[in-house]
C-alpha cells in the first residue's frame, strides 16, 4: 500500500487540508499547532476507526458542529481507492470505499459497514473486524504486519547500507521501542532483519 493523498475537513482544529504524497519518505514539518498531529491521527482513524465509533467524538472541531470528515487515497497492488469516512452518530456519519483503475473514475467498491472489513482484508494487518456483541471497539491496540517474504541469501540493500551497529545493535528494535502500543510495519524488504 502506498498513500497518495490526505483530504480532511472539520478534523480537530482543522477545517479543511489536502495534502499530496509522494513515493518514498514524506516529512511533515512546521510550527506547533499547525496540525500534524492531527493529520497523522485522521490517516490513522481513517483506516483503523470505525465512522460510528464513539472515540471519534474526539475529532469534532473546536469551534463549530460540523462532522469530522477524512479522504484517503492509496494505491493497492496497481488499483487506486479512495477511502471516505465521516466520524458520527446517526446519519451524521458514514464510509465509502471507491476503486479505480486509472485513478480517475471511481466506482464503489463498499459502503457503511462493509467498509472496515474490505479495507481490512485488502491490507492484512491482523486487526480484528469491529462491531457486534463480542466484536473490538474502538482503535486497535495493534497492527499486525502481513507475512514477510522469505529472506533473501544477500542482506537487503537497505540494511547493506547501513552501520553493522545501526542494524544489529540498539535500532533493531525500533518500532518496539518508539511506539510500544502500535507496532508499526517495516519497509518489505527490510522485514528480516527488523523484526526481532
Not at 462493509?114 to 486497535?140: D, I
Not at 542482506?155 to 511506539?179: D, F, N, S
Request: aromatic share 8%; proline share 11%.
Amino acid at each position: 500500500m502506498r498513500l497518495l493523498g490526505v483530504e480532511l475537513w472539520a478534523f480537530r482544529g482543522i477545517r479543511h487540508a489536502a495534502i499530496e504524497l509522494g513515493p518514498g519518505l514524506n516529512v511533515l514539518y512546521g510550527p506547533n499547532d499547525l496540525g500534524k498531529s492531527s493529520l497523522a491521527e485522521a490517516i490513522r482513524a481513517a483506516l483503523l476507526l470505525t465512522y460510528s465509533a464513539a472515540e471519534g467524538d474526539k475529532y469534532h472541531p473546536w469551534q463549530e458542529d460540523a462532522v469530522p470528515k477524512v479522504q484517503l487515497r492509496f494505491l493497492h497492488e496497481g488499483r487506486t481507492y479512495r477511502l471516505t469516512k465521516s466520524f458520527g452518530t446517526g446519519n451524521r456519519g458514514g464510509a465509502t470505499l471507491e476503486v479505480s483503475r486509472d485513478g480517475e473514475k471511481y466506482a464503489a467498491e463498499a459502503k457503511g459497514r462493509e467498509v472496515e472489513q474490505k479495507v481490512r482484508e485488502l491490507l492484512q494487518w491482523g486487526v480484528v473486524n469491529p462491531g457486534g456483541k463480542s466484536g473490538a471497539r474502538g482503535m486497535p491496540e495493534e497492527v499486525r504486519c502481513p507475512p514477510s517474504p522469505p529472506p533473501s541469501p544477500r542482506p537487503p540493500a537497505c540494511v547493506a547500507a547501513m552501520p553493522p551497529e545501526t542494524a544489529r545493535g540498539p535500532m533493531a528494535r525500533w518500532p518496539v521501542r518508539l511506539a510500544p502500543k502500535y507496532r508499526m510495519c517495516p519497509p518489505s524488504n527490510c522485514a528480516p532483519d527488523y523484526r526481532r
